[in-house]
């Protein structure tokens, strides 16, 4: 029997006192399973969505569904004032959520009613949130939903294989890596909510303070390749939970216009952006000539605003898996204006973390009589009568080429530092941050590497200092070696001493120079 379908309802303005924390909107057909003993995927995210909600608030939460009806997506009154009586709406997209005239009234009226009474955002946080189950081209949804969808940010609850094309929900019957990004993408969900309650009660109530660590800071964090979702969502949930703000807050809309004028309205906002390139290009937004995350790197590039910072990471060992992204990475390096007021790093994600919880709550600087202190003066004095230690950087291909070198330098007296190959990333990279340190001097060794990777050694001593030195390093050489081509040949440097080895190994008059101003300091 059809169940009673009003054709309007009538919302008066009041101050509400609400009867549910959440409500999840959802077509039902999305909650049926393949096996008869399967729980179904809404019945997951609900259970799942109350425990980590209640682990949040200390309390349990009120989150109310339509349980009753299987499959036909209508209702009664009374699910009409459960949706309108609840503080915030979770709305699973998938192809029957916008094909149901049921599902997309259910968001219209929430968002109707919510913009009446006690507004749609909550201290500029949307009381909506999009769980994408699964993906719906734009031009599919229906005008409204499109509208409304539009001002949101998803939570995609899946990924797209680059090569096929072919979407994979994250669903624990997939296998136990899609079960994990399932719960993290609950996980972050469930985080989101319970700040928006949380503004709500404080809202309604006597006035705290948050205890978050440190000052908050507003982010732009850039969308990214699909081969980077899983980074940016940790990097993301790690910058919230610290208490700051990230941007955007909605999905970046698909034209390249459309993305400039919305970055425009972000950045000023925006104490630092943070840029993650990965090992593919991505999509590129109709009408623009770049991917999007080269389009929002150029733009933010572009930006003028004091004190506003950039950081660009790529993750350590990454191969670009066509040309378009070598290139990009190769620009990002190489061009000065791709990487204008930016610092490029090239490491672990935790170790790049580390670096952004350093940029957005440095430490205070210490008084300068206690810098160094008086039993520790070698700390940034010259060593007496002990080596000077030079930091000799390569390559792992370029381990047994640089002997003659390391031979030479440690017949000059000098102690000389390598790089580890040998343990897991975060040691090597802890490693050679402790050797940017303690070292006198720096040569950057270029043999088999590529060009990219010798600059990008030279812009990491630029941030010796934040990692614990006190000056910076005041001798820097770039050797350069065989294999040689006409880039090698023309290699000059600003920021360094450049030395040519020419054939085999043997000392030249810029390496003698250069070893006796470190030996005229030592």
Known sequence: MESYRPTHWVFVPRQQHFMNDVFISYAHIDNETIEEDQKGWITQLHRILQVRLAQLMGAEPRIWRDQKLSGSD???QTIVEQFLDSKILVSVLSPRYVNSEWCARELDEFCTN???????KVDDKSRVFKVVKTPVEVSDMPPRIRELYDKLLGFEFYETEPESGRVIEYNEVFGAEAKQRYFEKVYDLAHSVYEVLKTMKLGSGPQQVPTNIGVSKTIYLAEV???LYSERDQLRRDLIERGHKVL???SLPPLGPHVEEAMQKALPDCDLSIHLVGQRYGMIPEESDYSMAELQNRIAASFEKENFERLIWLPKGADPQDDKQKAFVDRIV?????HRGAEVIVDTLENFKELVVEKLNPKPEAPKEDIVPADDASASAPREGGANRIYLIC?????????PLEDYLYDKGFEVSLPDFEGDEAEVSELHRQNLVDCDSVIVFYGSARNSWVDIKLRELM??????????????????APPYDRRKERYRSQSATVIQQGGQFASTP???????KLKSNG
């Open 114 to 120: 919510a913009e009446q009474n006690d507004g749609l």
């Open 225 to 227: 390749s699909s081969d």
């Open 510 to 516: 810029a390496l003698e120079d250069f070893v006796g």
């Open 334 to 338: 190489e061009s000065p204006d791709a």
């Open 248 to 250: 955007p807050e909605f």
């Open 395 to 403: 390559d792992q291909g370029d381990e047994e080429a640089i002997e």
């Open 74 to 76: 209508l209702y009664d």
């Open 463 to 480: 941030k010796a200092t934040g990692y614990g030195r006190s000056g910076p390093v005041e001798h820097t050489a770039v050797f350069v």
